[in-house]
């Protein structure tokens, strides 16, 4: 017994050196490496992505886009959906992939103002700004300061931090904004993207897909299969979009048929109005200073066909 058992002992830790090697195969290597914002609006694409299988050797990071922005820009990601003001602070970093987005025309349900006050007494005071935003953080300040003419003071933070109760408003986005929706703890809400189409007329670009300009000259034929299985899972997730909501509402909480209302608004192309779009809000930029005016034009990826 005492030997069989040493016996079977000695087999057990052979077997566990060579388990590993024996069960992990080939070694995948990592090829692309794709950001996705971790909000419940990129779910009508990415839940059908998840549900056919991230294809090997992709590898997709979820954070929310100011992370995601960082990590684009210090070549730690290859593409994915950022803000659409990080191509334009760093334009000859990226191309835009063509017909993708997360944009809104009219009202988007998931980026607000909430204030404590009416918009327009917001002059001078305290106007938190979600650390989890770029875009949104300086589209607030062109509402503020060309569309209403108020300057408030800004600080950046969690909008659940410590200036949550000094401040008069707070910026949120996402699932953040979704949550406080549901609160209802504020008295005044602006919907940043109706602003903007009140005073534009233009839809609101809040994210792109842009890819580093490296990553298009290394892999060609791999952007091309990356962005044909955005396209196939947008389209899939539209046809789909109340299996979606089914998933996603529970992230919130909130009801089925809201989620279905909010996605439903979100649209995920980058059609020629929206590059207009894209163009006025940075236009905006440049005469604020915020962003150099080589960010015009748009470089936007062309696949040879
Ligand atoms: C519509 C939204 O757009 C988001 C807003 C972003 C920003 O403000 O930087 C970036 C990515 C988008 O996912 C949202 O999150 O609600």
């Known amino acids: 017994m005492r030997v069989n058992g040493v016996a079977s002992a000695e087999k057990k830790l052979a077997m566990s050196v ?15 490496r794709i950001g996705m ?7 009508p694409i990415y839940e059908p992505w998840k ?23 210090a070549g730690e990601l290859d593409l994915g959906f950022v803000s659409c003001i990080e191509y334009g602070l760093h334009p000859w970093l ?15 349900g998931s980026v607000f103002l909430f204030s404590k006050i009416p918009i327009k007494e917001l002059d001078g005071q305290l106007v938190l700004l979600s650390s989890q935003s770029d875009t949104s953080v300086l589209l607030t300040k062109v509402v503020l300061e060309e569309f209403f003419g108020v300057k408030p ?20 986005i996402g699932d953040d904004a979704l949550r406080l929706v549901e609160e209802g703890a504020f008295d005044y809400q602006l919907d940043l993207g109706e602003t903007w189409k009140e ?20 892999q060609p034929v791999m952007l091309g299969s990356i962005h044909r299985r955005f396209i196939e899972c947008r389209e ?30 979100i649209e995920y192309d980058l059609a020629d109005e929206k590059r207009v779009a894209l163009e006025r809000f ?5 005469q604020r200073g915020e962003i150099d005016p080589g960010a015009l034009p748009l470089k936007m990826h062309s696949f040879v066909k």
């Not at 003071?153 to 949120?172: D, I």
């Not at 005073?199 to 290394?218: K, N, Q, S």
């Open 37 to 43: 914002v971790n909000y419940i609006n990129t779910a």
């Open 199 to 218: 005073h534009t007329g233009l839809p609101f670009v809040f994210a792109v897909c842009a890819v580093r300009e490296d990553f298009c000259a290394a």
């Open 236 to 265: 899939e997730g539209r046809s789909r979009l109340k299996d979606i909501c089914m998933i996603a509402a529970p992230r919130i909480p909130m009801e089925v048929a809201d989620c279905f209302a909010y996605l439903k608004g």
């Open 51 to 73: 549900r056919r299988g991230i294809d090997f050797g992709w590898q997709v990071e979820e954070a929310p886009p100011a992370t995601l922005n960082k990590k684009l820009a």
């Open 282 to 286: 940075f236009g905006y930029l440049i």
């Open 153 to 172: 003071r800004y600080v950046k933070g969690e909008v659940a931090g410590e200036y949550r109760v000094e401040c008069a408003a707070l910026l949120a």
């Open 18 to 32: 060579l388990e590993p090697q024996e069960v992990a195969g080939p070694q995948i290597e990592i090829m692309a």
């Open 94 to 108: 990226y191309r835009i992939l063509p017909d993708l987005s997360i944009s809104a025309n009219g009202p988007v």
